[in-house]
């Protein structure tokens, strides 16, 4: 079993940065497979990001890409989130989640862990 704890949200301007992290606790990190996802007022959660377990392959839906990067560090037992050009339509509950498959998890049924959720607000 693996606990994971998010941390750098916050409120930022529309066109700003935010790098958030997931740090986990628990079984070898480097077995899970990571993602992020976000919920956003009066909507499903849904992915923004996510990462293999090693020789890092990774997703971004049309939504984001080329604005967020995934990425972990192993040695650290954590995944980061940076987000760029930030949008309000990016506003949410910013979500780490983890799984022991293979491959890459792009919907919210195929991972087992998941933090508590980190708020984020973009502003116009």
């Known amino acids: 079993q693996v606990q994971l704890v998010e941390s750098g949200g916050g409120l930022v301007q529309a066109g700003g940065s935010l790098r958030l992290s997931c740090a986990a606790s628990?079984?070898?990190?480097?077995?899970?497979?990571m993602g992020w996802f976000r919920q956003a007022p009066g909507k499903e959660r849904a992915i923004v990001a996510a990462i293999s377990r090693s020789a890092p392959i990774t997703y971004y839906p049309e939504s984001v890409k080329g604005r967020f990067t995934i990425s972990r560090d192993n040695a650290k037992n954590t995944v980061y989130l940076q987000m760029n050009s930030l949008k309000p339509e990016d506003t949410g509950i910013y979500y780490c989640?983890?799984?022991?498959?293979?491959?890459?998890?792009?919907?919210?049924?195929?991972?087992?862990?998941w933090g508590q959720g980190t708020q984020v607000t973009v502003s116009s």
């Open positions: 989640a983890a799984d022991l498959n293979y491959g890459l998890g792009k919907v919210e049924a195929e991972y087992d862990y």
């Open positions: 628990g079984r070898a990190f480097s077995s899970y497979r």
